[in-house]
Each structure stands twice: as C-alpha cells, then as structure tokens.
C-alpha cells in the first residue's frame, strides 16, 4: 500500500499532479493549508500504485510517494 506525503510549505496547489495521476488516485482537497490553497490528497479508493510520477512531475517537490500511513507535514 502507498501512501503521499505533502508538503504543503511548498505546494502552490497547481494540480499538475492530480491532472497526471494515471490511476486517478489523486484529488484536490476541500480544505485550505495555511497557504489558501487547496493540496491534493489521495482517494481512499486503493488506485495509487506507487509508480511516482506525481513526485517527478511536482515543480515544487512538494510530493513524496512512500509506502504506510500518510503524513502532512
Ligand atoms: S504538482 Fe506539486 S505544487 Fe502542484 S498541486 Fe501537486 S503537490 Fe501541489
Ligand atoms: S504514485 Fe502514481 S498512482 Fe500514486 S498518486 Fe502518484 S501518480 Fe498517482
């Protein structure tokens, strides 16, 4: 099971990566960070397969795939 980390420090809520996700495993939230914007979250629907390309797509290497219990940090 896979799991994202955001750093919502850095993301600008750009959507590059919930637009890319090839398994549609990635969605905006509703909620705000304390930037105002809306981060991405993943679904809780199991599609994420771990293949990172929303970690090499972000420009602002706000995303890291990892495996186990999501953090924000
Ligand atoms: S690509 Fe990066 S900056 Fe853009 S919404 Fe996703 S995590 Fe945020
Ligand atoms: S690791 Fe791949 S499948 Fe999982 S959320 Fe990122 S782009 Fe989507």
């Known amino acids: ?10 993301c600008k809520g750009c959507k590059l990566c919930t637009v890319n996700c090839p398994t ?7 909620r705000f960070t ?9 679904a809780q629907n ?3 397969n771990g293949c990172r390309l929303c970690e090499l797509l972000c420009p602002d290497f706000a995303i890291t795939v990892t ?3 999501g953090v924000h940090l």
Do not use: S
């Open 1 to 10: 099971m896979h799991t994202i980390l955001i750093d919502e420090r850095w």
């Open 67 to 69: 495996e186990g219990v």
């Open 24 to 30: 549609r495993a990635l969605h905006m939230a509703e």
């Open 34 to 42: 304390k930037r105002g914007i809306h981060p991405p979250e993943l």
């Open 46 to 48: 199991g599609r994420c």
